[in-house]
């Protein structure tokens, strides 16, 4: 009896050490993906001239009937600046004179960023991603008095994102 006990006890403890026991297996699945860093502009909506009461100034500023133009910035990403041009003539009547006229810009934007620009062609940093709506204007005067005529005038914004 003794060998009975004795063997069932063996393979009582056989069977335990040689069970299989089940076990949860888990593994990671990996995306990855590259986002460019991106700033576009949308809805631009140009603005128009007026010519100030002294006649030699052309704005588009309410003050001399004008109006603001308009565009909406946005950015994907953290730190891109914003510039923006002189005002550039695309066409005046002769007689105006361009190169010797004072010209000013100013861009201001609120949304994601409050911005203002008042010296051209310097950037502003445009810290947040996000959407930035931008006014634009412009003023151009001259010594003499502005020549009647038709006028297309622009300034450029530039963005580096």
Same mark, same amino acid.
């Given at each position: 009896?003794?060998?009975?006990?004795? /063997?069932?006890?063996?393979? /009582?403890?056989?069977?335990?050490?040689?069970?299989? $026991?089940?076990?949860?297996?888990?593994?990671? $699945?990996?995306?990855?993906?590259?986002?460019?860093?991106? #700033?576009?502009?949308?809805?631009?909506?140009?603005?128009?001239?007026?010519?100030?009461?002294?006649?030699?100034? &052309?704005?588009?500023?309410?003050?001399?009937?004008? !109006?603001?133009?308009? *565009?909406?910035?946005? #950015?994907?990403?953290?730190?891109?600046? /914003?510039?923006?041009?002189?005002?550039?003539? *695309?066409?005046?009547?002769?007689?105006?004179?361009?190169?010797?006229?004072?010209?000013?810009?100013?861009?201001?934007?609120?949304?994601?960023? $409050?911005?203002?620009?008042? $010296?051209?062609?310097?950037?502003?940093?445009?810290?947040?991603?996000?959407?930035?709506?931008?006014?634009?204007?412009? !003023?151009?005067?001259?010594?003499?008095?502005?020549?009647?005529?038709?006028?297309?005038?622009?300034? !450029? &914004?530039?963005? !580096?994102?």
């Amino acid at each position: 009896m003794r060998h009975i006990v004795l /063997l069932s006890a063996m393979i /009582l403890g056989s069977t335990f050490a040689f069970s299989s $026991v089940a076990q949860a297996g888990s593994t990671d $699945v990996h995306f990855n993906g590259t986002v460019a860093s991106s #700033c576009t502009f949308s809805n631009v909506q140009n603005g128009t001239l007026g010519l100030d009461a002294a006649g030699t100034t &052309l704005s588009s500023l309410p003050t001399s009937s004008g !109006t603001s133009g308009h *565009a909406t910035l946005t #950015c994907n990403n953290l730190l891109a600046t /914003l510039s923006a041009s002189v005002p550039q003539q *695309a066409t005046a009547p002769t007689g105006y004179d361009h190169a010797t006229a004072i010209k000013t810009v100013a861009v201001t934007g609120t949304g994601a960023n $409050v911005v203002a620009i008042v $010296v051209p062609t310097v950037p502003v940093p445009v810290p947040l991603p996000g959407a930035t709506n931008l006014t634009v204007n412009m !003023t151009t005067t001259t010594v003499g008095l502005i020549p009647s005529g038709i006028y297309d005038m622009f300034v !450029t &914004l530039t963005v !580096t994102p």
